[in-house]
């Protein structure tokens, strides 16, 4: 008992979610604060980061760990909405870099024009040439998408095309850092709220019951092979821009933009931040890419260091960092008079 009379606890919570999920009554400033403040949080660290990282070096980590997001949300929307599960990753970092590339010295547009630009023309390359392997599901889909980055770098140094094993040189990169660090932040921000607004739609229901069910889609007179085009050329389009803003930040573009780093590290990254969330795999990229490069004095070593890392975490938080933390925020209490 306390001089306000009797109190007991509450979770903050309670009150503010309706039946329906997706309906909020709001009672109060505080109540709106708490659904806010999350969102708030990763918008407002993001675009900070810029600005209190210091060096030239942390900065372009920060613009690297933007762009393994960018492929980290297109693994988690095909996978855990579409039933994709994608290993193309590097794929759609090849098709997008190399686009942009020969857009930026041959017709000499600027970055800011060859990104957008080669994410819409890279979308509709690899929607077209995926589109054969639309019919697969689960692992034969994924190891037709490996195959993918594989065979273009080889193809590529075997005809001597488009550089060959030199690559393409001279490309010009951003008009400043900051504009290079804040159109990658920008672009994460767009696609990742975009993406969670899709998954939420009708149309997102439908993409998931062709996770689900398919056959019961294909019932109802809906075509799911439309379906699964339209899902990934949207997943094409981000990952080819991820690899359009990479070759303009190193003004390169050669076959290593076909290496598997770009198609194992974002899973990684998935599978620490928390699947099907879209958050998460953003999370897992801000403490994978920076851990890759502190361990970078260990060579290859540091392949060990992502096993104990991924062990540790499907091991004692299968579920990901972003599901626990939402379990956690949610379970948050205040103390309320009786």
């Not at 041959?106 to 054969?132: E, H």
């Not at 019951?209 to 094409?236: C, E, G, P, R, W």
Request: aromatic share 10%.
């Amino acid at each position: 008992m306390s001089a306000g009379g009797e109190r007991r606890r509450e979770r903050i919570d309670r009150g503010i979610k309706v039946r329906t999920a997706g309906i909020y009554a709001l009672m109060s400033w505080r109540e709106m604060a708490y659904l806010v403040a999350p969102r708030v949080l990763l918008i407002g660290g993001l675009l900070l980061l810029p600005l209190i990282l210091p060096g030239m070096y942390w900065k372009r980590v920060i613009s690297i760990v933007c762009i393994y997001a960018l492929l980290a949300l297109t693994f988690d929307f095909l996978a855990h909405y579409v039933g994709l599960v994608s290993l193309g990753g590097a794929f759609f970092v090849g098709v997008g870099g190399y686009l942009s590339a020969i857009l930026n010295t041959k017709l000499g547009l600027s970055p800011l024009i060859c990104v957008p630009t080669a994410a819409l023309a890279g979308g509709a390359v690899c929607t077209l040439l995926l589109l054969p392997c639309l019919p697969l599901r689960g692992v034969y889909f994924a190891i037709v998408t490996l195959m993918y980055p594989l065979f273009m770098a080889r193809v590529i140094e075997a005809l001597d095309i488009l550089g060959g094993t030199d690559g393409i040189m001279g490309i010009d990169s951003f008009p400043s850092q900051w504009a290079e660090d804040y159109f990658v932040i920008i672009a994460v921000l767009l696609f990742l709220f975009g993406l969670r607004r899709l998954v939420n739609t009708d149309l997102g229901l439908v993409l998931r019951a062709v996770k689900d069910n398919d056959q019961a889609v294909k019932a109802s007179a809906m075509s799911i092979t439309h379906y699964k085009v339209l899902a990934v050329f949207i997943a094409s389009v981000i990952g080819c821009m991820a690899g359009a803003c990479l070759v303009h930040i190193y003004m390169w573009a050669g076959i290593s933009t076909f290496a598997l780093d770009f198609s194992v590290l974002p899973i990684a990254a998935t599978v620490i931040g928390g699947s099907g969330t879209l958050v998460g795999p953003l999370i897992g990229c801000l403490i994978l890419v920076p851990v890759s490069e502190l361990l970078r004095d260990f060579g290859t070593l540091r392949i060990v260091f992502y096993s104990l890392i991924l062990l540790a975490f499907i091991t004692f938080r299968s579920e990901g960092l972003m599901i626990y933390g939402q379990r956690k925020y949610h379970q948050v209490e205040r103390w309320r008079a009786i």
